[in-house]
């Protein structure tokens, strides 16, 4: 990965809050960039911001600026502190309201998923990004794994052909232990939902940005392992009708009894494309798996049909955050990320393409990050349909308005 450094000679001032389970990641990720003042960490438990701040002066690069200020308000922390940019990791039902703040307060935002618990949330949301001007991110970091870019090359290129179908596959483990450890995991009003909203989220993103948007959700959530302790789903199915009448379909359980590799396949009329533990696994027409250097051929081919054609902003961006990682070798492993598998390995990729943006010196329209409030609201408009048609027995159309997910009973 190249080394991202802040242009400005003053310290770009950035904020956390919320300081749990994946705060981590962003902190390590900020200390890596170089140039950076971590101005103040925001959580109502002192302890967590605390290990926050602790964690920060030992992985930070530069120790002469002033250590973060400890918050357990972030209203207070904006005030105060003013800074340029804000990280929130915290729980989901605080996504939006918290993301609202601090763009009215004049920070950019660089936001966990899901993009709210609602659709009424999402268009919250998207409101406030366009009118503050500012730059808002959603963190789908599995977009940065090396396997999705080159599976995103393949497809735009058209070396996989027509798509014909996709079909995504996530069966992990959640047991009662992990909603304890957490009072607002599992419950409608403050998770929103549970393995579709929570874990699965980022494979439905990939496909629909790999494969296309949904038109229509037909399926039904379940709870099978923890239904005397959860409000919300551990399993759920669906049938997608992607733009261009392409069929997909969508299981996701939390009922399992280990974190398997996940896995998207995407159906072309020349190639199979297999994403599986971030790795990419293609089959041609006659179901015959590629060995590694056909593999790797066309990948340089698609790279090369890209380089070949005018590209637009988003376009551009993906073609650089793949080459970012490989350094114009199609197959050289992915730089490895502190974060948990079953997390995906991207989040200090995306960190740092997310300031990539910020830096550069064209970041108006045709330089911003390109999963913002519309982009990466899409999966969460998917899975609100998916509720209500489990809730109402029948098709939905992406276009209805769906205003809450479900309701309990």
Not at 301 to 306: D, G, H, N, V
């Amino acid at each position: 990965m190249i080394q991202l450094e802040n242009p400005s000679p003053l310290p770009w001032r950035t904020a956390v809050a919320g300081c749990g389970t994946i705060a981590p990641m962003h902190i390590r990720a900020l200390a890596g960039l170089g140039r950076i003042e971590l101005a103040g960490l925001a959580d109502p438990d002192p302890q967590a911001a605390a290990a926050m701040a602790d964690l920060w002066q030992k992985t930070a690069a530069d120790l002469t600026l002033p250590p973060p200020a400890c918050y357990r308000d972030i209203n207070a922390l904006l005030q105060e502190q003013q800074p340029d940019s804000v990280h929130i990791c915290t729980p989901h039902h605080t996504h939006v309201p918290l993301a609202v703040a601090a763009l009215a307060a004049g920070s950019h935002v660089l936001l966990e998923k899901p993009a709210g618990i609602s659709l009424s949330d999402l268009e919250q949301l998207e409101q406030a990004e366009a009118e503050s001007g500012r730059q808002l991110g959603l963190c789908f970091q599995n977009r940065f794994n090396l396997a999705s870019l080159q599976a995103w090359l393949l497809i735009r290129a058209g070396l996989a052909g027509d798509l014909r179908s996709a079909r995504g596959w996530v069966t992990w483990h959640r047991d009662a232990a992990y909603y304890q450890q957490a009072a607002w995991r599992g419950r409608w009003a403050t998770e929103g939902g549970g393995v579709m909203i929570n874990q699965a989220i980022h494979t439905l993103d990939l496909l629909i940005w790999l494969a296309g948007q949904p038109i229509s959700v037909e399926g039904s959530i379940s709870t099978h392992a923890l239904s005397s302790r959860i409000e919300v789903e551990d399993t759920a199915e669906c049938h997608l009708m992607l733009d261009g009448h392409i069929p997909a379909l969508f299981y996701a359980t939390n009922a399992f009894g280990v974190d398997a590799p996940v896995s998207l396949d995407l159906y072309g009329t020349e190639l199979t494309i297999r994403l599986e533990a971030d790795r990419l696994l293609l089959s041609d027409g006659q179901q015959r798996v590629l060995p590694d250097e056909e593999t790797e051929r066309l990948i340089r081919e698609a790279r090369l049909r890209l380089t070949r054609r005018e590209l637009t902003a988003e376009e551009m961006f993906w073609l650089k955050a793949h080459d970012r990682q490989t350094a114009g070798h199609p197959m050289s492993p992915a730089v490895p990320d502190p974060a948990k598998a079953y997390w995906g390995l991207g989040h200090t990729r995306l960190i740092d393409a997310y300031y990539q943006s910020l830096w550069s010196s064209d970041a108006d329209d045709t330089g911003r990050f390109p999963i913002g409030a519309v982009e990466g609201g899409r999966s969460l408009r998917t899975l609100l349909a998916l509720y209500t048609s489990h809730r109402e027995k029948r098709r939905i159309t992406l276009g209805e308005t769906v205003r809450q997910s479900i309701q309990r009973g």
